[in-house]
């Protein structure tokens, strides 16, 4: 049940929508020592979805996330620290195009529940932006916004 969706400017107007459907990773949590919590998220490039084929293919293509080259998209964190009562400011090393750059997420704790077999889960989701022009991605100047915005979605399972 974890989600990334991505935002991007079309033609100054309006927002193209996407997500990644193939997600996986690791969290480790601990309420009371955040410094030793970690996550590491791998996303599939290669299952973008914008709910347009041609479109998705293009993305995929070397105009854009260049899947042959690049298949996998990864988030390793170097550093957590509480942020608010509810919140961790999570910084790691996000891999993008072939680039890593340092980029730090603020995850607001979303809850706390119980799976179908009683297993412990946790929710957490962050919102911020990347400049696509800085991971090797400039198709489309002018067409295309700067900023993607990015929001993780995560629920966890203890194990």
Do not use: C, W
Not at 7 to 35: K, M
């Amino acid at each position: 049940h974890s989600a990334v969706i991505f935002r991007i400017q079309h033609l100054g107007a309006g927002y193209t929508y996407g997500r990644f459907n193939g997600i996986s990773g690791t969290v480790t949590y601990d309420a009371a020592a955040p410094a030793a919590s970690s996550v590491k998220v791998s996303i599939d490039a290669a299952s973008v979805d914008t709910g347009n084929k041609g479109r998705d293919d293009h993305l995929r293509g070397p105009d854009f996330f260049d899947t042959a080259k690049f298949p996998t998209i990864t988030f390793e964190s170097t550093a957590v620290k509480k942020s608010g009562e509810t919140a961790l400011e999570v910084t790691g090393k996000l891999s993008l195009h072939g680039v890593t750059k340092d980029v730090t997420v603020v995850m607001e704790k979303t809850g706390e529940g119980k799976g179908r077999e009683g297993e412990a889960l946790i929710g957490f989701e962050g919102v911020f932006s990347v400049k696509r022009s800085e991971y090797g991605i400039t198709y489309g100047p002018g067409a295309l916004g700067e900023d993607v915005r990015l929001t993780i979605a995560i629920e966890a399972m203890k194990k």
